[in-house]
T-cell receptor
Framework: DTGVSQDPRHKITKRGQNVTFRCDPI?????LYWYRQTLGQGPEFLTY????????KSRLLSDRFSAERPKGSFSTLEIQRTEQGDSAMYLC?????????????????FGPGTRLTVL | KQEVTQIPAALSVPEGENLVLNCSFT??????LQWFRQDPGKGLTSLLL?????REQTSGRLNASLDKSSGRSTLYIAASQPGDSATYLC?????????????FGAGTRLAVHP
């Protein structure tokens, strides 16, 4: 396994269009996170999944954003009716948590990101 | 509300210098602290993770320290090289709601010139 992968790496769209990003976590990682990073800033938490359950969503995740992880493996992040303010790098991370008998730090491993530009 | 600040925002040094990047946080009740490297247009690479019970971690030319009581961490880079040029991000982990929520600083942009 080569780590967390994201697709596409770059996306240019026109305002008002819908876009969908995909994240494939490290195999057997049960937690998956989405972050958004704007230019010159650190990443900001959007949401996270444990297996297929979405357990927390940030207030940054407006009604136009929806994330899924249907089988507890890959995840998709969809943005509907994109706005210029949605332009950012969208980062995905995964971690392994809660193995019986194992010490877990919930260390997150990040993917390369998807850079979205909304014209 | 936890806030993470990194100073300086940008740093330019000649090759070979030892340097220190600073990170401060407002709430000392942290789970862990992590330093990441980010190359332009790329994702994050974890450099060092310090648990709240630890004082420092070392990896090669990198050494990170943690002082929870004062809300500070430093990343020390020895004998800097042009390949070290990148943005360095500090992230505080808050174990809240059953998961480790990372709060990031804005980063320090490092340029090491030959």
């Amino acid at each position: 396994d080569t780590g967390v992968s994201q697709d596409p790496r770059h996306k240019i769209t026109k305002r008002g269009q819908n876009v969908t990003f995909r994240c494939d976590p490290i195999s057997e990682h049960n937690r998956l996170y989405w972050y958004r990073q704007t230019l010159g800033q650190g990443p900001e938490f959007l949401t996270y999944f444990q297996n297929e359950a979405q357990l927390e969503k940030s207030r940054l995740l407006s009604d136009r954003f929806s994330a899924e992880r249907p089988k507890g493996s890959f995840s998709t992040l969809e943005i509907q009716r994109t706005e210029q303010g949605d332009s950012a790098m969208y980062l995905c991370a995964s971690s392994l948590w809660g193995l019986a008998g194992a010490t877990s730090t919930d260390t997150q491993y990040f993917g390369p990101g998807t850079r979205l530009t909304v014209l | 509300k936890q806030e993470v600040t990194q100073i300086p925002a940008a740093l330019s040094v000649p090759e070979g210098e030892n340097l220190v990047l600073n990170c401060s946080f407002t709430d000392s009740a942290i789970y862990n602290l992590q330093w990441f490297r980010q190359d332009p247009g790329k994702g994050l690479t974890s450099l060092l993770l310090i648990q709240s019970s630890q004082r420092e971690q070392t990896s090669g030319r990198l050494n990170a320290s943690l002082d929870k009581s004062s809300g500070r961490s430093t990343l020390y880079i020895a004998a800097s090289q042009p390949g070290d040029s990148a943005t360095y991000l500090c992230a505080v982990g808050l174990f809240s709601g059953g998961y480790n929520k990372l709060i990031f600083g804005a980063g320090t942009r490092l340029a090491v010139h030959p």
